[in-house]
């Protein structure tokens, strides 16, 4: 059991070590005069493409005016174009070619005399229907989308809970843990997004790692059989440790955008998509330590500790990366 455990930790490396990966591209379509339209967009790349990008396939009505102005910059894929559209583009397709692996875009639509739609292209779906009306199902369904993988892309955020239900091992208290984790990091979310409160990116980051230490660090404690505060009270520290997290979800949240006009339902979906994404890490972990304890007692805790020991290392990690950068 250690030794798959060490192989899979192994494997999980890399991505580990570049934490809350929640860089999707983006597309915006804008309208400035009837029939003339705004086009931008960013598409991260982990390497610069050897040869000149494929700008956006556009509406079928719709043509570049002129050519696309098409760059590299922080291994990202930035453009910008004039586009001139014949007619409504409601009940056309709109598509990024290009997209490969697990990336994803978010297209945001913002006609003159209409509301503003977003939807969510990924490699297996490039392309996507331009809505004749939009409704706000479409934002609760990007939205969502987007908040269940940054729970679980963002590896120190997921970390963070792992590490927490490592320490209480009850289903009770684990839920309990998880519910104040979400209430806390639910009201930074919301303030930080609106605009009412705000902390400096770095710090937070920084914060965040140290709070992955500090569970850690309280799950080797464990075999000392000293009851602590954080193991009487877990809820305490997942909930003032989520309102840390909070602001970095926020900052990921920030960088994607809001849709104008729907922030309240976007903001909901986003962070409901977070909880669903965390239930899921929460019982799947769950679900390991019972099966641990009933098939594999002997080992049960030594994988306890050796789990401890690489969050502890890979928080530390992000914990000198973030105050050294």
């Not at 060490?6 to 915006?28: K, N, Q, S």
């Not at 692996?101 to 996507?128: E, H, Y």
């Not at 289903?171 to 998880?178: L, V």
Request: with cysteine; charged share 10%.
């Amino acid at each position: 059991m250690i030794r798959a455990f060490v192989l899979i930790a192994l494997m999980l490396w890399p991505a580990v070590l570049h934490a809350d990966e929640l860089r999707p591209g983006y597309m915006e379509l804008t309208e400035q005069t009837a029939g003339t339209w705004q086009l931008v967009w960013k598409q991260p790349v982990a390497a610069a493409p050897a040869d000149r990008p494929s700008p956006p396939h556009l509406p079928a009505n719709c043509a570049f005016a002129g050519v696309p102005d098409i760059g590299i910059a922080a291994q990202a894929i930035i453009g910008s174009a004039q586009v001139e559209c014949s007619g409504t583009i409601g009940g056309e397709t709109i598509a990024m070619p290009d997209m490969l692996g697990q990336s994803d875009m978010l297209v945001r639509i913002a006609p003159l005399d209409g509301p503003a739609q977003a939807m969510r292209l990924t490699a297996s779906q490039p392309a996507a229907l331009i809505a004749q009306q939009p409704g706000t199902l479409q934002v609760l369904q990007t939205y969502f989308a987007l908040g269940v993988e940054h729970i679980l892309a963002g590896w120190d955020h997921l970390l963070f809970v792992i590490a927490l239900v490592l320490l209480v091992g009850r289903w009770k208290a684990a839920i309990a843990a998880a519910t104040a984790f979400t209430v806390s990091h639910s009201i930074t979310l919301a303030a930080a997004s609106l605009g009412f409160v705000g902390l400096p990116g770095r710090p937070v980051e920084a914060l965040i790692a140290l709070s992955i230490v500090f569970l850690a660090v309280e799950v080797l404690r464990l075999r000392s059989g000293r009851e602590t505060l954080t193991r009487r009270f877990p809820w305490v520290v997942a909930f003032l440790f989520g309102l840390l997290h909070g602001f970095g979800f926020a900052g990921a949240l920030n960088s994607i955008g809001l849709p104008e006009g729907e922030v309240a339902p976007a903001l909901l979906a986003f962070n409901i998509g977070v909880e669903a994404g965390q239930l899921l890490i929460v019982g799947a972990v769950l679900l390991i330590l019972a099966a641990a304890r009933r098939f594999a007692a002997a080992a049960y805790l030594p994988s306890i500790r050796l789990a401890a020991y690489a969050i502890g290392i890979t928080g530390a990690y992000w914990l000198v990366e973030r105050v050294a950068t």
